[in-house]
Nanobody
Framework: QVQLVESGGGLVQPGGSLRLSCSVS????????MAWYRQAPGKQRELVIG???????NYGDFVEGRFAISGDNDENTMYLQMNSLKPEDTAVYYC?????????WGQGTQVTVSS
């Protein structure tokens, strides 16, 4: 079955950087149709950045050029590079893959931005 496993979260100071990884198994890897979401306490889950099936990039307004999505086909892994992190970026970050009409989610990785 399809499995998504995030890693790389942790505590980082404001202005710092972090790279999250999403390991994909059970399906052929492709960045198309994959995305990163996040959910802060008391808030709804929101899109961070992703690629549509057609290759268009979508991202939240808060990204402001600070985050980038990439992938490694050999490693079956999607990455989220986050720079210039702010306290308001604190959230659980999830990777997502839609295959047909089905949505697949990882378990999430906590990112905390604090001094």
């Amino acid at each position: 079955q399809v499995q998504l496993v995030e890693s790389g979260g942790g505590l980082v100071q404001p202005g710092g950087s972090l790279r999250l990884s999403c390991s994909v198994s059970g399906t052929a890897f492709s960045l198309f149709g994959m995305a990163w979401y996040r959910q802060a306490p008391g808030k709804q889950r929101e899109l961070v950045i992703g690629l549509t099936d057609g290759g268009w990039q979508n991202y939240g307004d808060f990204v402001e050029g600070r985050f980038a999505i990439s992938g490694d086909n050999d490693e079956n892994t999607m990455y989220l590079q986050m720079n210039s992190l702010k306290p308001e970026d604190t959230a659980v970050y999830y990777c997502h893959r839609r295959i047909g009409a089905k949505d697949y989610w990882g378990q999430g990785t906590q990112v905390t931005v604090s001094s």
